[in-house]
């Protein structure tokens, strides 16, 4: 299974990030692409704790954890997922620093590794390990690159 922590699959990351541009239109959704790049930065984000997300409500926090090795599992994410509240971007981006933070976001995770991830609670599927961290934000990153055919 790809995972962000696995440097090829990281590297794949990276480059369909770099086939976007300003004018990239998505296939799905309502987010623009610069939207999704601040989107996706946030997302890398929580792993790591620099982005803080609130637990989700019952019953939606019982169903995140019976539903998670089915979502972490292969295949893509559903499309119009619901997401964290703090990962919801409705205002106007900039691309090309929305674009360079997403970038940054997955490099770090990178450097970091599996031991750079705190003890941090995923919002709709409760605590997660290192490696489904590394699972999920790729998978993340997939679903929405996919959405603007990159």
């Given at each position: 299974?790809k ?13 369909r ?14 987010m ?52 964290a ?10 691309f090309?620093k ?21 003890d ?5 599927f ?24 990159a």
């Amino acid at each position: 299974m790809k995972n962000i922590f696995n440097e090829a699959d990281r590297n794949e990351i990276l480059q369909r990030i770099e086939k976007l541009t300003p004018t990239t239109q998505a296939l799905w959704g309502k987010m623009n692409v610069a939207q999704m790049l601040a989107h996706c930065a946030n997302g890398a984000k929580m792993p790591t704790g620099e982005i803080k997300t609130t637990r989700a409500p019952f019953p939606f926090n019982i169903l995140g954890k019976l539903l998670k090795s089915k979502i972490l599992a292969e295949g893509p994410l559903r499309r119009n997922s619901p997401t964290a509240q703090e990962l919801k971007i409705v205002d106007p981006k900039d691309f090309d620093k929305e674009k360079a933070n997403f970038i940054a976001a997955v490099k770090k995770l990178g450097q970091l590794g599996e031991q750079g991830i705190k003890d941090e609670i995923h919002p709709f599927f409760g605590k997660m390990t290192a490696k489904e961290w590394g699972r999920v934000n790729y998978k993340h990153a997939d679903h929405h690159l996919s959405q603007f055919g990159a």
